[in-house]
């Protein structure tokens, strides 16, 4: 059992940016792909952006590429999701999910964070 814990979350002003960071507990990340969620209010979950076990490859939904980076420090034991111009409606939960697999996806993940919450003020 992977228990991911997320940090970083904050209140910030529309434009602005936040570093989100993830980190397995008691354990390492092992050959995992990454990825990062959100759910705003009254919304569905949906995708943000995830990451190869190495770090080579990368996947971004379309609404927030070239605004978000997810990265990995392996070293560190921990994923990041640089968040840059951020917008008022991407208010949410997000999450930090690993999957056991080397690469990365849209969906199929089997390990969770509790979340940690963004919210973008107007």
């Known amino acids: 059992q992977v228990q991911l814990v997320e940090s970083g979350g904050g209140l910030v002003q529309a434009g602005g940016s936040l570093r989100l960071s993830c980190a397995p507990s008691?354990?390492?990340?092992?050959?995992?792909?990454m990825g990062w969620f959100r759910q705003g209010p009254g919304k569905e979950r949906e995708f943000v952006a995830a990451?190869?076990?190495?770090?080579?490859?990368?996947q971004y939904a379309d609404s927030v590429k070239d605004r978000f980076t997810i990265s990995r420090d392996n070293s560190r034991n921990t994923v990041y999701l640089q968040m840059n111009s951020l917008k008022p409606e991407e208010t949410a939960d997000y999450y930090c999910?690993?999957?056991?697999?080397?690469?990365?996806?849209?969906?199929?993940?089997?390990?969770w964070g509790q979340g940690t919450q963004v919210t973008v003020s107007s």
């Open positions: 999910a690993a999957r056991l697999s080397m690469w990365p996806s849209d969906r199929n993940y089997d390990y």
């Open positions: 008691g354990r390492t990340f092992g050959n995992y792909a």
């Open positions: 990451i190869s076990w190495s770090g080579g490859q990368t």
